[in-house]
């Protein structure tokens, strides 16, 4: 008898081959038929005619660093058929750590990927010194999906060199020397790469970079050489320039990633947008990344499919934050959205708000982000319940404004009151050029490229694109309007695939005999994006945005169901994967 048993289902296996009605049997965790007609009865039977069955999609760019110390379920990614997902990225972690550093590390990390502070500090278990104490810890955890990691720069940089490690201190040689050395350790415990950043965005609550930032050649050289002598291992890097104005920034940092990987025959993996400054920069990005590879040298343009932005609204940030009457207000209402809506709602209310300036900063976290919501109005769109990934100029609160004949201020502040101050705006800022995702269409459908930076588990106020994999299957294969769509099967191969080989992940991401069996069977004409809505289930009372969706029938890990009908079952199959395989 079989474990688990899948009948007639429309099966797209993850390699690109054409879609197909079949059967699949999983015995002992990993798949042994795919395809046919099954043999024999299952222990567990799903029927799945009329229905989508698809390997379970590999998360290469996720911030669960902290949460999977404490979290077993893993929301956001859990609801969107996530059944491996890759933490440690752009360079910062929690591990190597010396009991006195923690707290610069969580500082860290809440400045640079929003992440509470608070909820990480109370939340983990910090049962680890090293990175390998680090796997080992999580080597005892369960969860709804398979973890892997990466050891980070920024935790990196801070063991070997103290409070050196910040600002533009140069490593010396003994240093290096340290970084590689624990980079090897790392890699011979299970992790399955290294990341940096050198991006001037991502920054600590007190302004400074993330260690790391400024490394110069020779400690970079000393990491990736470690890496090459390692074997395999994957070096991830937000560059300097992924969100500059001045494009020569950018191709100055890929030539050094081309070098380093021909050098080291290491795959460099590196962020890659749309920016608003320069809308085609990518283009040449990209071309330069497959003109490399006839030097040997693989540079992967690591893209979204998404266009990347802010979410605005009175549960995340918006334009009236600094408003006199709206602190007035919110003070009162103590913390009621129900009663803050109320008075929102009130013609004097509203009038007073609406003409009055703004107060000075206060130092109140994400007021700066009231400027931007205020002079955004052209970029900034309201969601509906059923959320169009990609609504045009006239669709944005600039459009509507001017439609409906008030200022952008009124419009702003009335859709901001819909759902009973629930609702929630897009602001597309990168990848959004001209209202529209034609450049992420460009950069998903390239050969060089790859699919990630969903950011699953960080940005907890201000956007959820751990959505990606839903949106990916909604929008680009079944309901884009404004240009070309996906097939199926390229929707399905990028994120599944093309994500577990990038990381040298052999054992899943197609449904293949011998295989895992980590699968989703999806209810492909009613899977559809909720709202974000706003949770208050991290540690210490701490708060998050999260996107559900509906149409996910089953998610399957090494072959135990772990979704059912878009709610968990309380499976716990997955486990830390160390190493490639």
């Known amino acids: 008898m079989h474990d688990l048993v899948i009948r007639n289902g429309t099966i797209v296996d993850g390699t690109g081959r054409s879609q197909f009605i079949g059967d699949i049997a999983v015995t002992g965790g990993i798949l042994t038929q795919v395809g046919g007609t099954v043999v024999g009865e299952g222990a567990e039977e799903i029927d799945a005619t009329g229905l989508l069955v698809t390997p379970g999609f590999v998360d290469i ?6 949460q999977i110390t404490w979290d077993e379920i893993l929301e956001p990614s859990v609801s969107h058929g996530v059944t491996t ?10 591990a190597p750590v010396a009991p006195e550093r923690r707290e610069q590390l969580v500082q860290l990390m809440e400045g640079v990927e929003d992440i509470p502070g608070v909820a990480l500090t109370e939340g983990m278990s910090w049962d680890w010194v090293t990175y390998p104490d680090y796997l080992d810890a999580l080597d005892k955890r369960q969860w709804s999906m398979d973890v892997a990691t990466q050891i980070t720069h920024g935790a990196l940089r801070v063991w070997v060199m103290g409070d050196r490690a910040v600002g533009e201190h140069t490593a010396t040689s003994e240093d290096a020397a340290q970084m590689a050395s624990l980079v090897t350790e790392a890699l011979e415990a299970g992790a399955l790469g290294f990341s940096s950043s050198r991006t001037y965005a991502h920054q600590a609550p007190d302004g400074s970079y993330v260690p790391g930032t400024h490394a110069d050649a020779d400690e970079l050289w000393a990491i990736a050489r470690a890496m090459h002598e390692f074997g395999h291992a994957v070096f991830e890097v937000s560059p300097l320039g992924v969100v500059s104005s001045d494009p020569e920034m950018l191709i100055k940092e890929f030539d050094w990633m081309r070098r380093m990987s021909a050098e080291f025959s290491i795959p ?4 890659l947008n749309q920016i608003p400054s320069n809308i085609d920069l990518y283009r040449e990005i990209l071309d330069l990344c497959l003109e490399a590879r006839s030097d040997g040298a693989l540079v992967i343009p690591q893209v979204s499919a998404k266009s990347q932005g802010l979410l605005i609204g009175l549960t995340s940030s918006h334009a009236f934050l600094r408003r006199p009457t709206f602190r007035k207000v919110r003070e009162e209402s103590n913390g009621d959205l129900d009663a803050l809506v109320t008075r929102l709602r009130d013609p004097q209310v509203r009038a007073a708000i609406l003409s009055e300036e703004d107060l000075p900063p206060s130092g109140e976290l994400y007021e700066g982000i009231s400027v931007f919501a205020q002079n955004g109005a052209s970029i900034i769109f309201p969601m509906s319940e059923l959320i169009d990934q990609e609504p045009g100029h006239e669709e944005s609160v600039a459009g509507l404004a001017a439609a409906a004949g008030v200022t952008e201020m009124e419009m702003m502040y009335d ?12 602001a597309g800022i990168n990848n959004y050029a001209n209202a529209g995702l034609d450049g992420v269409y460009d950069m998903i459908t390239h050969p060089a490229s790859v699919l990630g930076v969903s950011d699953a588990g960080a940005h907890c106020n201000l956007l959820v694109d751990a959505c990606m994999p839903t949106m990916v299957l909604t929008h680009w294969a079944r309901d884009r309007s404004r240009g070309p769509r996906l097939s199926l099967e390229s929707a399905v191969r990028m994120q599944t695939l093309e994500t577990a080989t990038v990381y040298g992940l052999g054992d899943r991401g197609s449904l293949e005999v011998g295989k895992r069996a980590d699968l989703n069977v999806i209810d492909f004409e009613n899977l559809h994006l909720l709202h974000p809505e706003l949770v ?4 210490a009372g701490g708060h998050r945005l999260i996107q559900r969706a509906t149409g996910y029938r089953f998610t399957i890990v090494a072959g135990v169901i772990t979704r059912k009908d878009d709610h968990d079952t309380g499976a716990r199959p997955g486990r830390l994967v160390r190493g490639m395989r």
Not at 268 to 271: F, G, K, Q
């Open 61 to 66: 760019h996720t911030h669960f660093d902290g």
């Open 536 to 539: 208050h289930d991290l540690p």
């Open 268 to 271: 460099v993996l590196m962020i």
């Open 85 to 94: 997902i890759v933490a440690g990225n752009c360079g910062v972690g929690f």
């Open 415 to 426: 859709r901001m009151l819909d759902r009973d101050g629930r609702a929630l705006m897009m």
